[in-house]
């Protein structure tokens, strides 16, 4: 299981890596991992100020289709285009080119409530 230890983690298996006041999302190797194969995502929330745990998008993948949460408030400022023609990027570098989305922070201090690699690890029984 990869669980990188320069990441921060949510409850519903999404991983954050901040730098400055931007933040990286995707979901993580163990969501994908459940999912399976990831066929479509879905983002209609760029440039939008959305509060922390509401969703963001979909991801859709050949079973099922899960809802996405954002794990820290603020303006969904890029989505990765290249998840429109290639979402398995999600399944095949989900810390890479798998990312989701950007978000530009507007609350800091939320950061941390998120999970270490650690927790997480306790989280998912890893």
């Known amino acids: 299981m990869n ?14 890596n ?29 440039d939008q ?15 099922t289709v899960s809802d996405l949460f954002l794990p820290l408030s603020g303006e969904i400022i890029e989505f990765n285009e290249e998840l429109e023609t290639e979402p398995e990027l999600v399944n095949t ?3 890479g080119k798998g990312w989701m989305i950007k978000i530009k922070l507007s609350d800091e201090s ?9 927790q997480y690890k306790e989280l998912i029984g890893a």
């Open 3 to 16: 669980i990188p230890v320069n990441l921060k983690y949510t409850k519903d298996h999404e991983w954050v």
């Open 18 to 46: 901040v730098e400055g006041d931007i933040a990286t999302v995707g979901i993580t190797d163990f969501a994908q991992k459940e999912l399976g194969d990831i066929v479509y995502v879905e983002v209609e929330t760029l």
């Open 49 to 63: 100020n959305l509060d922390r745990e509401e969703v963001f998008g979909t991801v859709e993948a050949v079973k």
């Open 93 to 95: 570098d989900p810390y």
């Open 110 to 118: 939320q950061i941390a409530d998120l999970l270490s690699d650690e």
